[in-house]
């Protein structure tokens, strides 16, 4: 049964800095994409990054390239999320998520299987 637990949440300054992880188990994960979704009050969940596990291709949302990283330890089974410059609009429930690869990144909730139950990350102005 696969797992995904994530941690690292709090509250930051704007311009702050927060790393969350996710640590994953319950399978082997070389054919499959581990991701990080994001949920604020009253908006839907969405895509913010997601690393391929067998050759660490990323992909990001435009609203947070260049700020956030998304990284992997294979002897942890853990992905990360580096946010830097965070912003008062990052605030919100993050969430890990996997599923099996595909061709194309999926970036809607609806075609990731697997979820973590979320961290919070608020940051102040």
């Known amino acids: 049964q696969v797992q995904l637990v994530e941690s690292g949440g709090g509250l930051v300054q704007a311009g702050g800095s927060l790393r969350l992880s996710c640590a994953a188990s319950?399978?082997?994960?070389?054919?499959?994409?581990i991701g990080w979704f994001r949920q604020a009050p009253g908006k839907e969940r969405e895509f913010v990054a997601a690393i391929s596990w067998s050759d660490s291709r990323t992909y990001y949302a435009d609203s947070v390239k260049g700020r956030f990283t998304i990284s992997r330890d294979n002897n942890k089974n853990t992905v990360y999320l580096q946010m830097n410059s965070l912003k008062p609009e990052d605030t919100a429930v993050y969430y890990c998520t996997a599923r099996p690869n595909t061709p194309v990144i999926a970036t809607g909730p609806e075609s990731w299987g697997y979820w973590g139950q979320g961290t919070q990350v608020t940051v102040s102005s």
């Open positions: 319950g399978r082997t994960f070389s054919t499959y994409t």
